[in-house]
């Protein structure tokens, strides 16, 4: 119930019969406000009613699709992804066989699915997030850069290395299409979305000799300088000079 300031109930130099009769008007207008509450609840109670038994359901809904079907589906998709990231892995260390063991780890086989498969069936799943950046690396080693750049544009991770990484394989997709404004611009969100010793150095690195070939020289001295400043230990860093003198020293 509402809290009502009622002024004039307390004035000196009033007699009782004034403030009984104050009293009894602010009772008379609380019971007429009751009433009128009483009378639009009672009107549209149905609707209220409804409404609350909506948001009921769709609360269970939620709790019983993440409980029934979408965690089922995780472990499905978790077992499927197992197999294609086997081919994948097998095609970095077979080079002679590299090409058909990345397109079974796109396809699948053997009654296993691939990573399309993966992405397709169980959209929503953390299998399928991953499956998307596999997919794309899978492609950026077929040399099918339009599509790596498709699938890691579309992969999205709460983990900023992996996210560093899925950013710079589409800068390196860039790259290798000849569009260096685009790789140069996706070097640097790498690098900038994760400072860390092992994809730090390595993105600033590739952004310092994108500018310097795009004769931004003073871009490239900032980072070439970052890389001497903040990871000096980095094997990046042991190629600084070398780097310096090839494309800023003229």
């Given at each position: 119930m509402a809290t009502?300031?009622?002024?004039?109930?307390?004035?000196?130099?009033?007699?009782?019969?004034?403030?009984?009769?104050?009293?009894?008007?602010?009772f008379e207008t609380l019971d007429q406000s009751a009433s009128s509450t009483e009378k639009i609840v009672a009107k549209y109670q149905n609707y209220i009613i409804g409404f609350l038994l909506l948001v009921v359901v769709m609360v269970l809904g939620f709790l019983g699709y993440s409980s029934l079907i979408l965690d089922p589906k995780s472990d499905e998709a978790n077992?499927?992804?197992?197999?294609?990231?086997?081919?994948?892995?097998?095609?970095?260390?077979?080079?002679?066989?590299?090409?058909?063991?990345?397109?079974?780890?796109?396809?699948?086989?053997?009654?296993?699915?691939?990573?399309?498969?993966?992405?397709?069936n169980y959209s929503g799943t953390h299998a399928a997030n991953l499956a998307t950046y596999s997919a794309g690396m899978a492609y950026f080693q077929l040399k099918d850069f339009k599509n790596a750049i498709k699938f890691l544009e579309d992969f999205d991770s709460d983990d900023k290395i992996l996210m560093a990484l899925a950013l710079g394989g589409i800068g390196d997709s860039f790259a290798q299409l000849d569009q260096l404004e685009e790789a140069l611009g996706f070097y640097e969100s790498a690098f900038k979305v994760s400072e860390n010793n092992?994809?730090?150095?390595?993105?600033?690195?590739?952004?310092?000799?994108?500018?310097?070939?795009?004769?931004?020289?003073?871009?490239?001295?900032?980072?070439?300088s970052i890389i001497k400043k903040n990871y000096p230990k980095s094997a990046e860093s042991n190629l600084i000079e070398v780097q310096f003198e090839k494309n800023l020293v003229k």
């Open positions: 009502y300031k009622k002024k004039g109930l307390k004035r000196k130099n009033k007699d009782l019969n004034q403030n009984q009769s104050t009293t009894a008007e602010v077992n499927e992804l197992f197999t294609a990231q086997n081919f994948f892995g097998q095609a970095l260390i077979d080079t002679e066989n590299s090409d058909s063991l990345l397109n079974l780890s796109l396809n699948g086989a053997d009654g296993k699915y691939g990573f399309l498969d993966i992405i397709e092992f994809t730090s150095p390595k993105f600033l690195l590739k952004a310092a000799n994108i500018a310097s070939y795009l004769e931004n020289k003073n871009k490239a001295s900032n980072y070439y």
